[in-house]
């Protein structure tokens, strides 16, 4: 069973860290793109961060530029990402999801496998 688990969300204060997971069971993550979205109530899904399968290489959204670091560790079938610097604007919940190819993008058409998704607030 293909299957996307998110962890390591919760409650920051404003400048504080964290760093969510995304482990892949069913299937193996280094042939695939993997890209965090997040959500807010009552915006859509915005693309944070991707990493691709060729290279490593990764991109991010204007808005987490200098904060975030997207990573992969394919022993273990886990993306991370490193979320530095919160501010209260970051407050949504993340989500990961896969798509074939080798570059990958943050447009939401391109992911075919979603996680459940994990809440992530930062409030003082």
């Known amino acids: 069973q293909v299957q996307l688990v998110e962890s390591g969300g919760g409650l920051v204060q404003p400048g504080g860290s964290l760093r969510l997971s995304c482990a892949a069971s069913?299937?193996?993550?280094?042939?695939?793109?993997i890209a965090w979205f997040r959500q807010a109530p009552g915006k859509t899904r915005e693309g944070v961060s991707c990493i691709s399968s060729a290279g490593g290489i990764a991109d991010y959204a204007d808005s987490v530029k200098g904060r975030f670091t997207i990573s992969r560790d394919d022993a273990k079938n886990t993306v991370y990402l490193q979320m530095n610097s919160l501010r209260p604007e970051d407050t949504a919940s993340y989500y990961c999801?896969?798509?074939?190819?080798?570059?990958?993008?943050?447009?939401?058409?391109?992911?075919?496998?979603w996680g459940q998704g994990i809440q992530v607030t930062v409030s003082s």
């Open positions: 999801a896969t798509a074939p190819g080798a570059y990958c993008t943050l447009s939401f058409y391109e992911y075919d496998y």
């Open positions: 069913g299937f193996s993550l280094d042939r695939y793109n």
